[in-house]
């Protein structure tokens, strides 16, 4: 499992990421969609 709660990432003073969280459990499969800059891949690493 994976697990993220509450999650917020700044670069600078630029907000990317916002208080995001989500469970992945084994075996799931999970895709981020959302507009360009949207935080999609800062929220991945």
Request: no cysteine; aromatic share 8%; proline share 2%.
């Amino acid at each position: 499992m994976i697990q993220a709660k509450n999650l917020t990432k700044y670069f600078g003073q630029k907000l990317a990421v916002d208080s995001i969280s989500f469970t992945v459990q084994k075996g799931e499969v999970l895709g981020f969609l959302g507009p360009n800059a949207a935080g999609k891949s800062t929220t991945m690493r």
